[in-house]
């Protein structure tokens, strides 16, 4: 399962979701961290105004990929051919996704995995089997 980076953050919450956590606990084996998703805690290192928060988004990135060392998935050529098939779609019938999220997206489309996700009403358009974990 790729998972988005609104619910790895969610483990940076003062009170996380406990269904999220629980989720992410009993399913770590399987679960996947994509470079895309690094990029964006990466953005929100550098965005972050607070040295405090800046620090600890660090030490939470680190963690990340400690946990998933063994399964970091980087986009490939598939990855860019299904992007490039759902950028068209969506765009011909006048729906937009930001890019970074249809990125993330054709990335699971491409592994043949599902997506852990809350952006469900995005997603949901590219055709990526989504995995709600804020919901039963």
């Not at 399913?27 to 105004?49: C, D, K, Q």
């Not at 930001?98 to 489309?109: R, T």
Request: charged share 25%.
């Amino acid at each position: 399962m790729l998972v988005d980076a609104n619910v790895w953050s969610e483990l940076t919450r003062p009170r996380p979701d406990a269904a999220v956590v629980a989720f992410l606990h009993d399913n770590r084996e399987e679960l996947y961290l994509s470079t895309i998703v690094m990029a964006e805690v990466e953005f929100g290192i550098a965005n972050a105004p607070d040295p405090v928060r800046r620090e600890r988004l660090i030490e939470f990135a680190d963690r990340l990929l400690l946990r998933c060392h063994d399964r970091v998935l980087a986009p490939d050529f598939e990855t860019a051919a299904v992007w490039g098939r759902l950028k068209f779609e969506l765009r011909s019938t006048g729906q937009r996704i930001e890019d970074i999220d249809l990125l993330i997206a054709a990335q699971a489309i491409a592994a043949g995995m599902p997506l852990v996700t809350r952006n469900v009403s995005d997603m949901a358009r590219t055709g990526a089997r989504i995995i709600n974990p804020w919901q039963p």
